[in-house]
């Protein structure tokens, strides 16, 4: 409070809506979609702990606050925003941390599209922008007992710095052992709903009577860390992945007989004698859907557990050579402080401070959304950042700097 408020608009020169800023305060941009306006920053219902966000639509003169989806970004000082293939507007955080510089307001993507006819209100959704593609998540499917958490457990094992494990929501009590964080996050279901209503989930099913989901945190976590993400769900759950922006590998595993599963399943002591039959009656359905669709790219048979484990091995390259590629290079943004940006058509061009002469070409950047992938409720993956000369011959230097909005 008591700055003077500064409302960038994009680099546009038009006519700003009359009471736009007359109740907010703090840095807002606003970004003109057809006839919408989209306006970031300022406060958010109040509260003041993430970016507000809010729409003026031109051909009725009316305000609406959106219903915001996806995990948002902290609140920061100032941004600059541009227009992505009137879908999305990436936002970049000024006097941010390099991991967490560059992010998406999704205005009108397939997703956002899906949200606003399902919850019939108006929707953004937020994602994070990463640099480098990442190994593909591993989704593990199969019937309850065939030995999925087993196999898991033997590949964090061998390999703890490769993989990580997306801890699921569930609503299911906790077994004797189970820690919450650690192999699910116990929760109530009212909780679990809303959030699955606020677009913070990628899957979720209710299976054998209790409500399971996948939490778009849960993959950016292992995601952060810099390992493989592994997934255990069931195969709804997969199939919803299947259909969402996450690109993974599909594994299915089987039992090698019916008779054999309802063994393990008895064996392992974790159900009552109602519950082993609930999940041998879902189990027929999902070994029918699992080895007949085309929705697994692997079918796995757990018959003798280290040949099964030595196959598992085998098909995610894990011969020790790859090891050292899942070992991934920087995957965030170096994003400068105090930058001035312009808009060049997909590529940003990112100028720092005010530089020395000797140092003007390591203060500027070009950022190439050319080749995005994914988005939300997840990640945006395939943002390119790269350091440029602006006195070599075919770039033309600071000429290609237009439009400085920040
Ligand atoms: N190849 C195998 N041979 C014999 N027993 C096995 C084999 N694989 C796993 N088991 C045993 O089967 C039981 C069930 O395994 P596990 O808990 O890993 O199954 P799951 O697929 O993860 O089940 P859920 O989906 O219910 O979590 C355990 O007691 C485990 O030790
Ligand atoms: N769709 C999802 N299914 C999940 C998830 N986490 C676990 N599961 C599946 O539930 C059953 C039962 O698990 P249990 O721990 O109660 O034995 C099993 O098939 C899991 O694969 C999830 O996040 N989404």
Redesign the pocket.
């Known amino acids: 409070m008591g700055e003077a408020q500064k409302i960038f608009l994009n680099g546009l020169e038009e006519v700003f809506p009359v009471g736009l800023d007359s109740e907010s305060s703090g840095f807002q941009t606003a970004t003109i979609l057809g006839e919408k306006i989209f306006v970031i920053g300022g406060p958010d219902d109040g509260s003041n702990l993430s970016i507000g966000i809010r729409i003026f639509d031109k051909s009725t003169g009316k305000w609406d606050v959106p219903t915001v989806l996806g995990i948002k970004p902290t609140p920061c000082k100032g941004h600059s925003v541009f227009l992505i293939k009137k879908e999305r507007i990436l936002i970049l955080k000024g006097d941010s941390t390099p991991d967490d510089c560059a992010w998406f307001l999704e205005v009108d993507t397939p997703y956002v599209r899906e949200q606003k006819k399902l919850l019939e209100t108006e929707v953004v959704a937020w994602s994070k922008g990463v640099k480098c593609e990442g190994p593909k998540p591993i989704v593990i ?4 007992g065939v030995g ?2 087993t196999l898991i457990s033997k590949l964090m094992k061998e390999f703890p710095s490769t993989f990580g494990f997306s801890v ?3 609503t ?1 009590a906790p077994r004797e052992k189970e820690k919450d964080g650690v192999h ?1 996050h116990f929760t109530k279901r009212s909780m679990m709903e809303k959030a699955i209503q606020d677009g913070k989930f990628f ?3 209710s ?2 009577g ?1 409500l ?3 939490s778009v945190e849960a993959v950016q976590v292992v995601a952060d860390a810099g390992k493989r993400c592994i ?4 195969v ?2 997969a199939r919803q992945v299947r259909a969402s922006s996450l690109e993974a590998i599909f594994i299915f595993i089987c039992p090698p007989s019916f008779e054999e599963l309802e063994k393990r399943l008895c064996g392992r002591g ?1 159900e009552t004698e109602e519950q082993v039959q609930k999940r041998l009656r879902a189990a027929k359905v999902e070994l029918e859907q699992g080895k007949s669709s085309d929705l697994f790219d692997h079918i796995l048979i757990n018959d003798d557990l280290e040949a099964c484990y030595e196959t598992l091995k085998k098909l995610l390259g894990l011969d020790g050579s790859m090891e050292a590629i899942y070992q991934s290079s920087p995957k965030t943004l170096e994003h400068p402080k105090d930058s001035l940006v312009s808009d060049m058509d997909q590529k940003v061009l990112i100028q720092c401070g005010s530089p020395e002469l000797g140092e003007v070409s390591k203060s500027l950047f070009i950022l190439d959304v050319s080749s995005i992938k994914g988005g939300a409720p997840g990640q945006t993956r395939g943002l390119n950042m790269y350091g440029i000369d602006p006195f070599a011959d075919g770039l033309n230097g600071l000429k290609q700097l237009q439009n400085p909005v920040y």
């Open positions: 499917s199969g019937p309850s999925k958490g699921s929501h569930t299911r699910y899957e979720f099913a299976v054998h209790n399971y989901g996948t997934l255990d769900i069931d709804q759950g974790t």
